[in-house]
C-alpha cells in the first residue's frame, strides 16, 4: 500500500502544525542555521505571537531568523520552540507507529502501521487533537478529548474531591463535563455545619472559576461543561446565571431535558422541582445525583415548589435568545436512544456538546475528511475509498484505548468495559460545494441521509470484525444492546449490520461522534465539522495592505469563472435559515450514536418566539441537543440601579436609528450607565467634579472597527462632550468589558477638574492608537475602538457647532470590515477577543468558540 501524497502546509496551517501538533525539542539550545522554528515575536504573557522561520544565523545564544514573510527578526534560542517534525509525514509516521504499537503481533504490527499510514496520508483521517499531539510524546498527556467524572458528592470533600479531578484531567489537555444536579439546592439546610447550602449554581463557579487558571498542555485554556436536570430547585438560577457577569464565565452551560418536561411544555401543564430528603440516614452513601434510581428503592423527595413548564422552557429560550446560552441536552431520549442503556447511564456531556458520556467516561475523537473523497471522473463520492478509510480509522480509534495513558484508575476500567470511540468528519461543506449541492436544500437532507448512513454502515461492520478478532467490550450483550434505540433505527436500514453484530459481537459501545475540528480543519485546509463555510470572502494583511482573498475552493471557482458571482451552493452559516441548520443536524443525527456539536446560527432580528419554535423542532426531530447562535447577542445584559432594582435595559436599540428618535430611550440608557462616584470620592472632588443632571442631550455615533459595529453615544453638558458610552460586542465579552471601561474612564476625565480644552486633549491621546488590524482606508481608516471614539469626538464636535437641534441625530460612518478575520460584514458583530493571539477573530461554530485568525478552539 503506497503513501505517495507530499503535503506540504504554508500560512497559518503550518504555524498551527508546528505549534499544537508537531513533537518539540524540549532542548532549544540544539538549535542551529536552516532549523524550521517558530520564533516569539510579541513577548506578551497574555496575548503572545509566535512567527514560523528559518534560523539564518547563531551567535552563541542569539540568533536570527529570516520569517516566512521575508522579515528577519533576532532572538534567543530561548525565546524559540524547536520541533522535531518538521513536516506533517514525519507526524504521520510518528502516529501510525503509535497505534500500531498495540497489536499482538508483529506482523499485524508492520500490517497494521501500513495501513494506519495510508488513511493519515493526504489528511484523508485528521485524528484528534489530543491523539496528535500526545501520541509518543509524553506519558503524562492523554489521548482522550473527552471525559465526564461522577457528579459531585454533595459534601464540602466530595466538591473538593472533584474540583481534583477536574484539574488533573484538564492539566493533561481533557476537556471535563460535570452534572451539577447532585448538590443540594440554595437556602437547604447543612445540618453538620449549622448552617445552609449556597447552592449548586455557586460551586459550578468555582469549578468555572478553576477552570480559567488552567492551560493545557501548555497549549490552550481549560474547558469546562456544566449541566443541571431539569428537576433540580436551583435550575431557573443556573438558567440566568451568565445575565449576572463573573459568577460563571468559563464554562458551557446545559440543561438536561426530559421527556415528561417536554410533555409538560407542550400541554402547559405544572411542573415540580424536587431534591431528595437530606435527612435520609442513607442520603450521604448513597446519593450520587440520580433522582430515578433513588426513587426506586423508596426514598423520599421532597417539592420545594411547584412552576409552570412552560415558564422554565421560556427562560431558557429567553436566555438563549440573549446571550447563546444555556443549551439543552434532551438527556432522557439521549438515554434512550444510547447503546449502554442497560447498564452506564448517560450522565453529561463534554464540553462542546457531542459526546454524551457515563460517569469517568471518556471517548477519544479522530475525523475522516470528506473533502478527499469526491470522484471527480464520475462527479460523485468514491465510496469505494470511503468506506476503506472509515473501516481502517475505526481500528485506529480502538487502538487508542490501548495506548493511552491513564491517570485515574476508574477512567481505565470505564474504558476498557466500553471501549466507546468517536468517529467524526470534517470537509463536509467542501465535499457537497464539489458535487454542486446546497447544503441545507432538500437534496442535500437526501444526501446526508446517505452519505452518513453509509459510514455508520462500515463503522459498525468494522467494529464487529476488530470483535471477533480481539473480542467484545465486557459489557456487551447482543440482545440488549441491539434493543437501543440507535441499534432499532440502524438495523431497519441495514440488517446485515444487526446479523454480524448477533454473530460477531460489538468491539466498542458507540463508534461514531460529530465533533467540533477547529484547530484541526483549520490546519487541514477545509470546512471544520458538518458546518458549512462561516465565509468565503477574507483579507490578508501584508507591508502592501489589506487584500481580498477566497477561501481555496472558492478561489478556484472565481479564477475559472472571473467576474462571476459564485453560485448559490456555495452558501455560508449566515446564508441559511436557523431550520435549515437545525434538518441538518437531526439528518446526521439519525446516524450518529453520540451526539453532535453543532450551533445554529440566527440573524440578529431572530425573535425569542423563533427561537422557542427551533427548541422544540430540534425536539421532534431527534436531535439529541440544540445549541443556537444569535448574530450579535448578549448586546443585551441585566443591569441594576443603585437602589438594586433589577431592570433589563437593551444597549443596541438605544444606539440603533430607529430609538434615536426616542428621546427618553436615550436619556433612560444614559442615566443607567452613568458613571457611579462613592459618597466618599464625591466629598473630596466635591469642588471639581461636575454632577450629572437629570437629562442630557446628546447624539449617537456608529462606527465599525476591528471588534465589530460600535455604537459611540457622547451627551453634552453645557455645550460641552461630559460623558461617553461605548457599546461593542457581546455583553459578558473581554471586547464589552474592555469598552464599558473606556467609555468611563473618558467620561470621568471630562467631567473632572479643569484641562483646559479637555476633548481636544482627549482626541489626541485616542487618536491613532492601532491594534491587531484595522478598517477601511485614508481618511475613513478606524484602527482601533480607542480611535473609533476620537473620531466620533471630532465628528461630535463639528456637528453641535452647526446643529440646533441633535438629539435624534444617529451619524453612521461604516467602513469595509477587516477581513483578517475572515468574517463577513453581516457577521462582524459575532467577533470576541481570542484567549490566544488576542486579536478580534472569535466566532462561534460548531457548539464552540473558534479563531479564524490563529485556529484557535476553546473545545
Known sequence: MKTTQQTKLEGLSEKIFLDRYA??????????????????????????????????????RQVKVKLRSGDVVESSVEKLTLTLEKTPQQMWDRLAAAMASVEATPEKREEWTDKFRYILDDWKLVPGGRIAAGADASDELTLFNCYVIPSPHDSRGGIMATLSEMTEIMARGGGVGINLSSLRPRRSVVRGVNGSSSGAVSWG????????????????????????????????????????????????????????????????????????????????????????????????????????ARDVWHTIIESAWRSAEPGVVFMEYYNQMSNSWYFNPIICTNPCGE?????????????????????????????????????????????????????????????????????????????MIKLGIRYGSPESLQ????????????????????????????????????????????????????????????????????????????????????????????????????????????????????????????????????????????????????????????????????????????????????????????????????????????????????????????????????????????????????????????ATYKFNTPFGMAYITINDMNGTPSEIFLNVGKAGSDVFAMSEALGRVCSLFLRYGDHGNKVQLLVKHLKGIGGSGAIGFGANRVESIADAVAKALEMHGDFTDTAEDYITATQEVVMETTAQYAVTRNAATSLDLCPSCGSASLINSEGCKNCSNCGYSRC
Open 23 to 60: 513533537m518539540k525539542d524540549a532542548d532549544t539550545s540544539h538549535t542551529k542555521v536552516g532549523d524550521t522554528v517558530l520564533v516569539l515575536t510579541k513577548d506578551d504573557p497574555k496575548f503572545p505571537a509566535k512567527e514560523v522561520g528559518e534560523v539564518i544565523e547563531r551567535q552563541g
Open 205 to 308: 463557579g468555582l469549578f468555572s472559576y478553576t477552570t480559567g487558571l488552567i492551560e493545557q498542555g501548555g497549549s490552550r485554556r481549560g474547558a469546562l461543561m456544566l449541566m443541571i436536570n431539569d428537576w433540580h430547585p436551583d435550575v431557573v438560577d443556573f438558567i440566568t446565571v451568565k445575565q449576572t457577569m463573573g459568577q460563571i464565565t468559563n464554562a458551557n452551560l446545559s440543561v438536561c431535558v426530559s421527556n415528561s418536561f417536554m410533555k409538560a411544555v407542550k400541554e402547559d401543564l405544572d411542573w415540580e422541582l424536587v431534591y431528595p430528603d437530606t435527612t435520609d440516614p442513607e442520603y450521604n452513601d448513597i446519593w450520587d445525583g440520580d433522582l430515578e434510581k433513588w426513587r426506586k428503592t423508596g426514598k423520599a423527595v421532597i417539592t420545594y415548589r411547584t412552576v409552570k
Open 355 to 431: 459526546q454524551g458520556l457515563p460517569a469517568w467516561g471518556v471517548c477519544n475523537l479522530s475525523a475522516v475528511n470528506l473533502s478527499k473523497f469526491y470522484d471527480e471522473a464520475n462527479h460523485d463520492v468514491d465510496w469505494d475509498e470511503l468506506a476503506k478509510v472509515v473501516r481502517y480509522s475505526t481500528r485506529f480509534l480502538d487502538n487508542v484505548i490501548d495506548k493511552t495513558p491513564y491517570h485515574f484508575e476508574e477512567n481505565r476500567l470505564n474504558q476498557q468495559n466500553e471501549r466507546r470511540i468517536g468517529l467524526g468528519s470534517m470537509g463536509l461543506a467542501e465535499l
Open 447 to 698: 444526501f446526508l441521509d446517505k452519505i452518513y448512513g453509509f459510514m455508520a454502515r462500515e463503522a459498525y461492520l468494522a467494529s464487529a470484525d476488530i470483535a471477533e478478532e480481539k473480542g467484545s467490550f465486557t459489557q456487551f450483550e447482543a440482545d440488549k444492546f441491539l434493543q437501543s434505540g440507535f441499534m432499532k433505527s440502524m438495523t431497519s436500514v441495514y440488517p446485515e449490520v444487526g446479523a454480524a453484530v448477533k454473530k460477531k459481537g460489538m468491539r466498542n459501545v458507540t463508534v461514531i461522534t460529530q465533533a467540533p475540528t477547529g484547530s484541526t480543519g483549520t490546519m487541514v485546509g477545509t470546512s471544520t465539522g458538518i458546518e458549512p463555510y462561516f465565509a468565503f470572502e477574507y483579507y490578508r494583511q501584508s507591508r502592501l495592505g489589506f487584500d481580498k482573498q477566497y477561501v481555496p475552493i472558492a478561489q478556484q471557482w472565481k479564477d475559472q469563472h472571473p467576474n462571476e458571482e459564485l453560485p448559490d451552493y456555495f452558501v455560508t452559516s449566515m446564508d441559511l435559515s436557523a431550520e435549515d441548520h437545525i434538518r441538518v443536524q437531526a439528518a446526521i443525527q439519525k446516524w450518529v450514536d453520540s451526539s453532535i456539536s453543532k450551533t445554529a446560527n440566527c440573524p440578529s432580528d431572530f425573535t425569542v418566539e423563533e427561537t422557542k419554535r427551533l427548541y422544540e423542532l430540534a425536539f421532534d426531530l431527534g436531535c439529541k441537543g440544540v445549541t443556537i447562535y444569535r448574530d450579535g447577542s448578549r448586546d443585551v445584559q441585566v443591569l441594576s440601579t443603585e437602589k438594586k432594582e433589577e431592570k433589563k435595559v437593551e444597549q443596541a436599540p438605544a444606539a440603533s436609528a430607529e430609538n434615536a428618535n426616542d428621546h427618553s430611550s436615550l436619556s433612560s440608557l444614559s442615566q443607567s450607565l452613568s458613571v457611579n462616584i462613592d459618597a466618599k470620592t464625591e466629598e473630596v472632588f466635591d469642588k471639581q467634579y461636575k454632577r450629572r443632571p437629570q437629562a442630557l442631550r446628546g
